[in-house]
């Protein structure tokens, strides 16, 4: 089964801060690296697919890129509403499907 | 609009045995696979299940092998869940969320672009 790391597991920043989430997978799963945002009591909202194309209606504030084993999420100016845990997920033809273990992001 | 609502969950004892249900309205439920995802109590997601369009293939994660039933049926637009042998373990939100779907040989959306609401499972004695 192919593993999924991330990187900070949380962080807190500033309103307009650049933020960065890293994400590794444990073999090379080429563009197949999805994003995920979810705040507390809702269900997970799809940001990034495909590694870097954003899904209709996010801002574009939401970035992503990467290949192979190494992928990286950005937030460009952090807005309050962005308060969330954001979950990277491979999606290659076998699963399963595993999720990263999800990255805490808070204002400070 | 795409809807995805799951039904079912509840308080089940160790060893029982629970049927989570999600109602799909809005899109063709025929030609995507769907699938299910857990997240146990402060905890993160995890893939649980999928099942092709038609039924024929269905995929789980080792955890719930042999004690977790995928299903679906296209005439009511629903997909299910059932659960056997549940564990505390199995404690969780589970998610019902539209997968991908193929074409002439090409799969398209792998990713999961719609999730229902989730249904709290509870396995306590």
């Known amino acids: 089964d192919i593993q999924m790391t991330q990187s900070p597991s949380s962080l807190s920043a500033s309103v307009g801060d650049r933020v960065t989430i890293t994400c590794q997978a444990s073999?090379?799963?080429?563009?197949?690296l999805n994003w995920y945002q979810q705040k507390p009591g809702k269900a997970p909202k799809l940001l990034i697919y495909?590694?870097?194309n954003l899904e209709t209606g996010v801002p574009s504030r939401f970035s992503g890129s990467g290949s192979g084993t190494d992928f990286t999420f950005t937030i460009s100016s952090l807005q309050p509403e962005d308060i969330a845990t954001y979950y990277c997920?491979?999606?290659?033809?076998?699963?399963?499907?595993?999720f990263g273990p999800g990255t805490k992001v808070d204002i400070k | 609009e795409v809807q995805l609502v799951e039904s079912g969950g509840g308080l089940v004892q160790p060893g029982g045995s629970l049927r989570l249900s999600c109602a799909a309205s809005?899109?063709?439920?025929?030609?995507?696979?769907m699938s299910w995802v857990r997240q146990a109590p402060g905890k993160g997601l995890e893939w649980v299940a999928n099942i092709k369009q038609d039924g024929t293939e269905k995929y789980y994660v080792d955890s719930v092998k042999g004690r977790f039933t995928i299903s679906r049926d296209n005439a009511k637009n629903s997909l299910y869940l059932q659960m056997n042998s549940l564990r505390a373990e199995d404690t969780a939100v589970y998610y019902c969320a539209r997968d991908h779907y193929c074409s002439g040989g090409v799969c398209y959306t792998l990713y999961y672009d719609y999730w229902g609401q989730g249904t709290l499972v509870t396995v306590s004695s």
């Open positions: 809005g899109f063709t439920f025929n030609t995507y696979w």
């Open positions: 997920q491979q999606y290659t033809n076998l699963p399963p499907f595993t």
């Open positions: 495909g590694a870097s």
């Open positions: 073999q090379d799963i080429s563009s197949y």
